[in-house]
């Protein structure tokens, strides 16, 4: 059974700080994706990582994933309130997607 | 619209009532996936169709819940017996087709409460 775990689970940072979110997962997969949900609403795809060592990139967010390490990374530049949502990371097994708890995260001034 | 529609947006019933949620995908997209979201959880995938090959049932938790599908359009979940750990928001996604390479287009889900 694929696992996905991230971490951490709750996040408070302040404005203008950097920090990463953490995706492991436990099979083999070459394909990840990460969602942003507000409260309430639906999941909005950030980013999808295709192969080892894939990076992308758009605005504060650049997302990357080591195949080998089972590893996705969401790097935050330089957060702004804006960004306060849960992001979550999920891993192709079949055709299902299998996701992780995600990551509340939270931007004060 | 041009997004996957779910509709109840808001449910609350009655333990032990039965309930159906409802999920229109996106024009021209064959395959239609249900899924579970437990509050402060990741999702949990439920059931999966395609086109007309029977649906993939593995993610459904019991055999109280069930879903159909009228060919590559409507799709309908039904809870039976409606339990209060059935309480969550049921999400839909469609995709172009089969291949894992299709990404999931979500809808803005049914938010279930069993009292």
């Known amino acids: 059974e694929l696992k996905v775990e991230q971490n951490p689970l709750f996040l408070s940072m302040q404005e203008g700080k950097n920090y990463t979110i953490y995706c492991n997962y436990s099979?083999?997969?070459?394909?990840l994706y990460w969602y942003r949900q507000d409260p309430g609403k639906s999941l909005e795809s950030l980013f999808v990582?295709?192969?080892?060592?894939a990076v992308k990139q758009e605005g504060r967010l650049m997302a990357s994933l080591d195949t080998k390490a089972r590893l996705s990374t969401l790097h935050i530049t330089a957060a702004v309130h804006d960004l306060s949502a849960t992001y979550f990371c999920?891993?192709?097994?079949?055709?299902?997607?299998?996701f992780g708890k995600g990551t509340s995260l939270l931007v004060t001034p | 619209g041009a997004g996957v529609s779910q509709s109840p947006s808001n449910k609350v019933t009655e333990k032990g009532k039965d309930v159906e949620l409802r999920c229109d995908p996106i024009s021209g997209h064959t395959a239609l996936y249900w899924y579970r979201q437990r509050l402060g959880q990741g999702l949990e995938f439920l059931i999966y169709?395609?086109?007309?090959?029977?649906?993939?049932k593995s993610g459904l938790p019991s055999d109280r819940f069930s879903a159909e599908r009228t060919g590559e359009s409507v799709s309908t979940l039904t809870i039976q017996r409606t339990q209060q750990e059935d309480s969550a928001v049921y999400l839909c996604?469609?995709?172009?087709?089969?291949?894992?390479?299709?990404?999931?287009?979500f809808g803005p889900g049914t938010r279930l409460t069993v009292l």
């Open positions: 169709f395609q086109g007309n090959s029977a649906p993939d």
């Open positions: 999920a891993v192709v097994s079949g055709y299902a997607l299998n």
């Open positions: 990582l295709l192969s080892n060592g």
């Open positions: 996604a469609s995709s172009l087709g089969t291949s894992q390479y299709n990404e999931q287009f």
């Open positions: 099979t083999t997969s070459d394909r």
